[in-house]
């Protein structure tokens, strides 16, 4: 793996900081949680809590539903357990306007030894079959915005193959996990927008056309950053409203927490499952 300091000097202080915290030895998996996904949170058991001002590589946040805090412990299912570091929030782009808000975090897990990322996220349903409440297997992503977190970098390793991003071994083992949990996982392409605005009903039906079956504003930059960095990555996303033009809703944050909160017990039960007996 290449040096990730270069790109990001604050790693090593960071790497040091999760050592001294949580141990020399990194889980083999780290799980990203997006808004909705929170109480993953409370299920790690034995844990250690560090959050993210503690750690020089890692943003602060402010978007509501993010706690900003990195849980070290074990996650419990059906008498099963797995290790995980479980990361409370991320750095959206439409903060910033830039794509790299999550670079120091990413860097900062691939130089600990983490091997796997999985990501969460709330979206907007594109398909008329996976209403409000659903979970979505990610198989690849649009880019709309066309921003990268690479952008500045130097190398030859800045030419990162997304031909195959989404880890297609670990999305196989998903969905047979599911299927014998009995849990609808749907399968599909997310596209990524700026925000903070949702998206026009015009916008949607572009997206459409260009194949999505879901869309929301967070996951590509860290999955492009992740693969750079070497990591595996599998990402799921929770449906939390059907997309402007596709239902009489208003949209806003509040409801996207809303239903959110409604569906969380059950996304999270299936993640769980997943996380437990993945092969890695």
């Known amino acids: 793996m290449h040096d990730l300091t270069q790109a990001t000097p604050a790693v090593p202080a960071t790497v040091q900081a999760l050592q001294q915290h949580l141990g020399v030895r990194a889980p083999e998996c780290a799980v990203l949680l997006g808004s909705g996904w929170g109480s993953l ?9 560090v959050p993210y001002a503690e750690l020089p590589a890692f943003p602060h946040l402010a978007v509501g539903g993010h706690a900003g805090a990195l849980k070290l412990g074990n996650l419990q299912h059906q008498g099963r357990r797995v290790r995980v570091a479980v990361l409370a929030g991320r750095k959206h782009a439409y903060e910033t306007g830039e794509a790299d808000g999550m670079k120091g975090v990413v860097h ?7 091997k796997l990322l999985v990501q969460t996220n709330a979206a907007g ?3 008329a079959a996976m209403p409000p409440g659903s979970l979505m297997l990610v198989e690849d992503h649009l880019n709309m915005v066309q921003r990268s977190p690479l952008f500045g970098v130097a190398g030859d390793d800045r030419f990162v193959d997304m031909s195959a991003v989404y880890d297609p071994a ?3 083992q998903a969905l047979a996990l599911a299927a014998q949990a009995g849990a609808t996982l749907h399968r599909g392409v ?5 925000g903070p605005q949702f998206e026009t009903p015009a916008e949607i039906r572009m997206l459409k056309m260009l194949g999505a079956q879901a869309v ?4 590509v930059p ?4 992740a693969r750079h960095a070497g990591l595996r990555v599998l990402a799921l996303s929770m449906m939390t409203n059907m997309a402007a033009g596709l239902s009489d809703e208003n949209l806003s944050h509040a409801h996207t927490m809303q239903t ?5 017990d059950a996304a999270v039960d299936l993640l769980c499952a997943l996380l437990v007996d993945l092969k890695l």
């Open 222 to 225: 860290e999955t492009i950053l």
């Open 170 to 172: 670990l999305r196989a």
């Open 190 to 194: 997310y596209a990524w927008v700026m």
């Open 125 to 127: 349903s594109l398909e």
């Open 260 to 264: 959110a909160r409604a569906a969380a």
């Open 108 to 114: 900062s897990l691939a130089a600990w030894g983490v």
């Open 41 to 49: 949170a409370d299920r790690v058991e034995d844990a250690i809590t």
């Open 216 to 219: 929301g504003m967070s996951t």
